[in-house]
């Protein structure tokens, strides 16, 4: 059974980081494009980055929101996805979800985490 | 990246059919056969409904349908029970290699 679990979330002041992990279960990780995805209290979902699989060179890719500010890094050794997450802004407050991604490109994602809450707050 | 288009908004009655709409451009809704949907509980992680336009995954009761025409794609539910009442959100893959998703759809069943 496929399952994905997030954690490292938490209350942290502005200009301040945070590391999320994923811990990946039930599937080969190296396999696959992992994605980060978040959500903002009320609001709709929004794509924040990818780390495409061992085939593509683990090669990232970022929203325009978060670029220079995050970085997405994995180990398939540890069947692990992390998202490292610098120079915070109240912005950032949402809950952020791991998702595996599959398809061509890694067009869609067939299996989601149930999230972690970060709050982002002097 | 802009967010795709989507109503705020849809309802309909039990037994009813409705669509909600996915409004983007040729750089990603028109460009590719890349449109997913996903349904959502309050409080709940998104559920794959619809991959790559009109796909339907494993488990997915087939009153859910999904199509596109040019830059829109659209999200079909018929039959529509109460259970049915969630959040939708459409996404699509992009000419830049990333995804965007729309800004998602209240659907309430009365």
């Known amino acids: 059974e496929v399952q994905l679990v997030e954690s490292g979330g938490g209350l942290v002041q502005p200009g301040g980081s945070l590391r999320l992990s994923c811990a990946a279960s039930?599937?080969?990780?190296?396999?696959?494009?992992m994605d980060w995805v978040r959500q903002a209290p009320g609001k709709g979902l929004e794509w924040v980055g990818r780390t495409r699989n061992k085939g593509n060179s683990y090669t990232t890719e970022y929203a325009a929101s978060v670029k220079g500010r995050f970085t997405i890094s994995r180990n398939d050794s540890k069947n692990s996805l992390y998202l490292q997450m610098n120079n915070l802004k109240t912005e950032d407050t949402a809950v952020y979800y791991c998702a595996r991604s599959r398809g061509r490109g890694g067009s869609y994602f067939d299996y989601w985490g149930q999230g972690t809450l970060v709050t982002v707050s002097s | 990246q802009s967010a795709l288009t989507q109503p705020a908004s849809v309802s309909g009655s039990p037994g009813q059919s409705i669509t909600i709409s996915c409004t983007g451009t040729?750089?990603?809704?028109?460009?590719?056969?890349?449109v997913s949907w996903y349904q959502q509980y309050p409080g709940k992680a998104p559920k794959l409904m619809i991959y790559e336009v009109s796909n339907r995954p494993s488990g997915v009761s087939n009153r859910f349908s999904g199509s596109k025409s040019g830059n829109t794609a659209s999200l079909t539910i018929s039959g529509l029970q109460a259970e049915d009442e969630a959040d939708y959100y459409c996404?699509?893959?992009?000419?830049?290699?990333?995804?965007?998703f729309g800004g998602g759809t209240k659907l309430t069943v009365l």
């Open positions: 039930g599937f080969t990780l190296s396999d696959h494009y």
């Open positions: 040729s750089s990603d809704v028109g460009g590719y056969n890349y």
């Open positions: 996404s699509s893959y992009t000419s830049s290699t990333t995804l965007v």
